[in-house]
């Protein structure tokens, strides 16, 4: 196997953790980025002569012209990821999501790239009746753009896919714990840092599910299939696991049986209306891995970094909605892209 891998939105919040997990087991990896979040010098801190980075964007396809030709297999992340992000800039992320993902594949197609792995989401389910647990045939009930841009992306991937380039869509679910670039906006993440912040938690849409995964899961997911290979060109997943899925209220119940002292109060408003319970036997049978860390590991593991004095009111700016606002204020040329 061809060990040469990119990774696109490699300095994200999941790049940088697959990343680490793909340099430990030897594979040659490029970074490729635009690296919204500023944080070029987490990534410039791989020091392996596996590594290598490219400050480019995705929608620029003179420059995965020449890289693409150098590798067989891309892990796609690149995204303007998130609900309220796509909502408060919808063009940039109907571009950045749906189109720019159509035609980086159909490059990787004409360089000869074997495999296509990528990142779709769970939040594609939308709203389903609970008693319900979503498989990858469900009826699919997008409430928000970001969705609805996964959504439109995996049915072209599947007119581009071929016998030449395999083409997995993984649909993830819900991430909590540490990366290089943890991201707040996350259910489990945002309860805790106010948890640690603030000594009080508000929490809306008790009773609502969700398919919880741990960012280091998601990378282990992504390795276990670099090596796989399926007699399907086009295949999608639920990317996670069966055993994880939760109400919000026990949720919550974990985090107080952790910090037994913190208040919490319920809103009566719903902010949220995502209610999905999702079925992983398709992947779990295909890859045979059990959680490395569970949503109570993931628990202690943001409290003792947080003690460590390396999550504070900054790391929580820079990584959310307001910082990406900052870059797009700073950065005319990027939301005015010319290929
Ligand atoms: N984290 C989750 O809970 C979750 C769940 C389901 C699916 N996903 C999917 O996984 C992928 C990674 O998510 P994440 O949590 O790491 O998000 P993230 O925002 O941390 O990372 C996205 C990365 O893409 C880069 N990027 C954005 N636009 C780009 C462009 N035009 N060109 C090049 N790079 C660009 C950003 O700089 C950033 O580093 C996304 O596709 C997301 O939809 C994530």
């Known amino acids: 196997m061809n060990k040469k891998v990119l990774v696109t939105g490699g300095a994200g919040y999941v790049g940088l953790e697959l990343i680490e997990n793909l340099l430990n087991k030897s594979f040659q990896v490029i970074c490729y980025d635009t690296f919204l979040y500023n944080n070029i010098s987490t990534v410039k801190k791989f020091k392996n002569k596996n590594f ?3 400050r480019s964007d995705i929608r620029d396809s003179k420059t995965l012209s020449k890289i ?58 939308g709203i389903i009746n609970s008693d319900i647990s979503a498989k990858e045939d ?10 609805e841009t996964k959504i439109d992306s995996e049915l072209k991937l599947k007119k581009i896919a071929n016998k030449n380039m395999h083409i997995i869509c993984l649909r993830f679910g819900t991430a909590f714990g540490i990366s290089h670039r943890t991201r707040f906006d996350l259910l489990l993440n945002s309860l805790l840092f106010e948890a640690m912040e603030y000594k009080s938690i508000l929490v809306h849409s008790l009773d609502t599910w969700r398919p919880y ?12 299939l670099l090596n796989k290979t399926f007699k399907d060109n086009f295949i999608i997943f639920n990317a996670g696991f069966t055993s994880l899925n939760y109400k919000k ?63 504070n009111k900054n790391t929580y700016v820079e990584s959310n909605l307001k910082s990406l606002q900052n870059y797009l204020k700073k950065n005319e040329k990027f939301l005015k892209f010319k290929k």
């Open 52 to 54: 290598q980075y490219i």
């Open 68 to 125: 693409l030709p150098q590798v067989n297999t891309v892990i796609h992340l690149a995204a303007i990821v998130g609900d309220l992000p796509c909502k408060v800039i919808p063009n940039l992320s109907y571009e950045i999501n749906f189109l720019s993902t159509i035609s980086l594949a159909k490059l990787c197609k004409k360089y000869g790239v074997e495999k296509f792995i990528f990142a779709s989401t769970c939040s594609n389910y």
């Open 138 to 147: 469900s009826e699919l009930n997008p409430i928000s753009l970001y969705a």
């Open 213 to 224: 995964i741990h960012v280091s899961d998601m990378a282990n997911i992504i390795h276990a």
């Open 249 to 311: 209220r026990e949720i919550v119940q974990k985090i107080k049986r952790i910090l037994p002292n913190l208040t919490v109060k319920i809103a009566s408003d719903q902010t949220d209306f995502r209610n999905y319970r999702v079925d992983f036997s398709k992947i779990e049978k295909v890859i045979n891995l059990k959680p490395e860390k569970d949503v109570e590991k993931g628990i202690i593991e943001f409290i003792k970094k947080y003690k460590s004095g390396k999550i």
